[in-house]
């Protein structure tokens, strides 16, 4: 019965932007937690994390600050796994498919949107 029910704009378009925005950062985090196990590569990656991170949290607006942490939550994580590699490395995994899931699934509401608003 709620398939025959119109959809919002507004709703339909904030589905599709969370889906691909957290569909790709999802991907973006696994390729990170990736390529933390290159020794060098992985430090250097992760501190630039953290600098663009904080660079993102003297922002402006509410979305630069949340951008911002989340950006120097998974530097630290990634720095972290010069001392703990498995729970750091686990964390942005399971951080990275979480992500993943949750784009897909916003997407595949937006998707079901879209044809019911045809």
Do not use: C, Q
């Not at 889906?19 to 992985?42: E, F, H």
């Amino acid at each position: 019965m709620a398939e025959k029910y119109p959809v919002e704009k507004k709703d339909l378009s904030d589905k599709g932007t969370k889906g691909i925005m957290s569909a790709g950062a999802g991907l973006g985090l696994l390729g990170v937690n990736a390529l933390l196990g290159v020794p060098v590569l992985g430090w250097a990656l992760s501190a630039g994390l953290v600098l663009l991170g904080a660079i993102g949290l003297f922002g402006k607006t509410k979305t630069d600050k949340t951008s911002g942490s989340i950006l120097t939550a998974a530097g630290v994580a990634g720095l972290a796994t010069m001392f703990l590699p498995g729970l750091a490395r686990g964390l942005l995994g399971a951080g990275g498919l979480g992500l993943l899931i949750y784009g897909i699934v916003n997407f595949g509401s937006f998707l079901s949107g879209l044809r019911r608003k045809n």
